[in-house]
């Protein structure tokens, strides 16, 4: 393995100049440290993150908290940390992706090692267990999700209440008087996925102020569950003219249940989706949806997190809660119901 003596050698300085080139901590004419990373890059050389943290006091990474649940979508969870791993990167930032079921017990591991400078947590339960370990923790951390009590943490999601309300909203305003809003599974809610039951109560209480007959209803996390759960669905509700979906897995399903009842969006049945621009793209659906931000959403919180890594936020800045608004995306999907009589 290449060391910081190899490169000295190599590009004929001392081993102290080889160290401050590469560092920065001091300064070295433009031709000497040019020449320096030009021999460290042909080397392949990287710095030793354990001496590196010795010297510096910090490790330049980030621990990533994020579990693949299997009541959840994959894909979409991939989204969001792709957003942190991104952001953490053209930061300067290595991402540690720590997706141990036991949470708290990770977190208390890297943490107490000293293994990151800061910590993103993605999975938000409404009364998440690893928040105590994070406030305990010597670094600073920042939620993708809203719990119950945000002391202590930065925290960045979608408005989710707002999302709900949008989606009613945006039918009601093209006449649709029945609708039908297919969730995350139940299983999701009891856990403390508090983002399911945030969007379905605010499109409830929306639909009732509206006098819209809104059937709130939980759909599975995959195939073929989900799209054998739409079809019954669709035959039990056959008055409904717009369907909401708050479930990644029921959006990807629905474009095969649509073909296989001939039906079509908006002709037949007007479809409103919460999901990203790069999920509509990556499974060609082409409904109307909720932009759901993760990528966005990563970059606030990384961005927050390295602020205060790097105490560049003042002594003392309090901690925020910042929601994003939904930004309704037309791809042509909704209309005014069809005349069925």
Known sequence: MVNIGDV???AGVARSTASYALSGKRSVSD??????RRVAAELGYTPNAGARALATSQSKVIGL??????????PAMLQYIQGVANTARDAGYDILLASDPDGPGALKRITDSRMVDGVVLLNVAENDDRLPILRAAPQPGALVGLPADCTGVDVFDLDFEEAGRAMVEHLDRLGHRELILVSQPEHVIERGGAYVWRLQNAALETA???GITLHAVHGSSAQPEIGRELHALLDSRPGATGLLLNNEAAAAALPTVLHERRLSAPGDLSV???YSDEFARTFSLPFSSIESAPDRLGR???????RRIEHQAPEGEP???RFVSPELVDRGSTAPPPNRH
């Open 319 to 321: 901690y925020v809660v």
């Open 31 to 36: 031709e000497v440290r040019d020449r320096v």
């Open 65 to 74: 908290l994020a579990q693949f649940l299997p009541d959840e979508f994959a």
């Open 8 to 10: 000295a050698r190599a």
């Open 208 to 210: 009732r102020n509206r």
């Open 300 to 306: 606030m919180a990384v961005r927050q997190l390295v």
């Open 272 to 274: 409103l989706g919460r």
